[in-house]
T-cell receptor, first 112, second 115 residues
Framework: GESVGLHLPTLSVQEGDNSIINCAYS??????FIWYKQESGKGPQFIID?????DKRQGQRVTVLLNKTVKHLSLQIAATQPGDSAVYFC???????????FGRGTSLIVHP | KAGVTQTPRYLIKTRGQQVTLSCSPI?????VSWYQQTPGQGLQFLFE???????NKGNFPGRFSGRQFSNSRSEMNVSTLELGDSALYLC??????????????FGEGSRLTVL
């Protein structure tokens, strides 16, 4: 069935580098996307969202890019810090649905 | 403002037993959702309650049930526990889980181990 997936299960970067976490989705009816961060022992925490009528949205040190042509979503983290080490999930809301579908997650490891 | 509170944080049960987990949402939030998180399956949606009514349901067997009270607090119950029910159960609240309306606020979860 259609689902949200992630290309890389683990991403290791050096402190100060920029990180890019990718997410593929297959449902063309998805119109709202969210990135969550889950630190060890905690629940997921909202980072940033984007609607399908946008290609890019920026937050503090984070940028989400949406490419509807290839059904691809990415989260860019600038100047990655050790505190950014966590599992990152993308989630999609299919049009008309109240409930987001979560991807499997990418583990980001930041080396000092 | 207090966050989403889940109790208990950790519990161990044996096969065949039943368990009840509790979730107190953020004050003012009317929607409560439950998710099961396992390493193999990721975050799987269980059900969502809004104003004491189950509004959405995921693909879990009938052994998984829930309810929401008038103060928006929610409980979920799993009966006849199986080994595969071992997981982190996450509760999330939102002010209004309308179509694509925004973020979920998650609790820290209840870690269930079934022996």
């Amino acid at each position: 069935g259609e689902s949200v997936g992630l290309h890389l299960p683990t991403l290791s970067v050096q402190e100060g580098d920029n990180s890019i976490i990718n997410c593929a989705y297959s449902n063309s009816a998805s119109d709202y996307f969210i990135w969550y961060k889950q630190e060890s022992g905690k629940g997921p925490q909202f980072i940033i969202d984007i609607r399908s009528n946008m290609d890019k949205r920026q937050g503090q040190r984070v940028t989400v890019l949406l490419n509807k042509t290839v059904k691809h979503l990415s989260l860019q983290i600038a100047a990655t810090q050790p505190g950014d080490s966590a599992v990152y999930f993308c989630a999609e809301n299919i049009g008309g649905s109240y409930i987001p579908t979560f991807g499997r997650g990418t583990s980001l490891i930041v080396h000092p | 403002k207090a966050g989403v509170t889940q109790t208990p944080r950790y519990l161990i049960k044996t096969r065949g037993q039943q368990v009840t987990l509790s979730c107190s949402p953020i004050s003012g939030h009317r929607s409560v959702s439950w998710y099961q998180q396992t390493p193999g399956q990721g975050l799987q949606f269980l059900f969502e309650y809004f104003s004491e009514t189950q509004r959405n349901k995921g693909n879990f067997p009938g052994r998984f049930s829930g309810r929401q009270f008038s103060n928006s607090r929610s409980e979920m119950n799993v009966s006849t526990l199986e080994l595969g029910d071992s997981a982190l159960y996450l509760c999330a609240s939102s002010f209004e889980s309308g179509v694509g309306t925004g973020e979920l606020f998650f609790g820290e979860g209840s870690r269930l181990t079934v022996l």
